[in-house]
């Protein structure tokens, strides 16, 4: 992702989230260097990805597939190449935050091998107040082999 990718990521954000990412959240995710990725197709960015990495840990910031293009295994994908990338940024372990009523996004998690470790009440905006967090944990030592 670069920041010629800006506008087309902003605008998978908005449509896949009630309560979006602003612009500035998305371009100082890439100008501060954290690991930031596009899925294309046919030309166009359909999702994105963005990671942070430091001293043997990792936190999936951000996986939006845009609505149109979900169910075709591109949250599957993208999400394989920002667990390389982890490993790959010398990562042990990768944490996130879902929320609790994304069942499609908890369900491709822990079949990806990411475990519950906690919640977070009252983490994310709803239309009717606030939603708990599902916090999540994966091991990424097994990438290495």
């Not at 430091?54 to 910031?61: K, T």
């Not at 998690?109 to 009440?121: A, T």
């Amino acid at each position: 992702m670069t920041l010629e990718d800006l506008e087309s990521v902003f605008a998978i954000e908005c449509l896949a989230h009630s309560h979006p990412w602003s612009i500035g959240n998305v371009r100082d995710c890439i100008t501060s260097g954290y690991h930031c990725q596009v899925l294309e197709q046919d030309g166009d960015i359909v999702a994105f990805g963005i990671i942070s990495a430091a001293i043997g840990e990792s936190h999936l910031l951000n996986l939006v597939v845009s609505p149109n293009h979900q169910r075709q295994g591109l949250g599957q994908r993208l999400l394989n190449q920002l667990l390389k990338a982890a490993a790959t940024l010398d990562a042990e372990v990768m944490f996130l935050e879902v929320r609790a009523s994304n069942q499609g996004a908890i369900t491709l998690y822990l079949e990806n091998g990411f475990s519950e470790i906690g919640r977070r009440k009252n983490y994310y905006p709803t239309k009717q107040g606030r939603e708990e967090a599902i916090v999540m944990v994966m091991d990424l030592t097994f990438l290495d082999d």
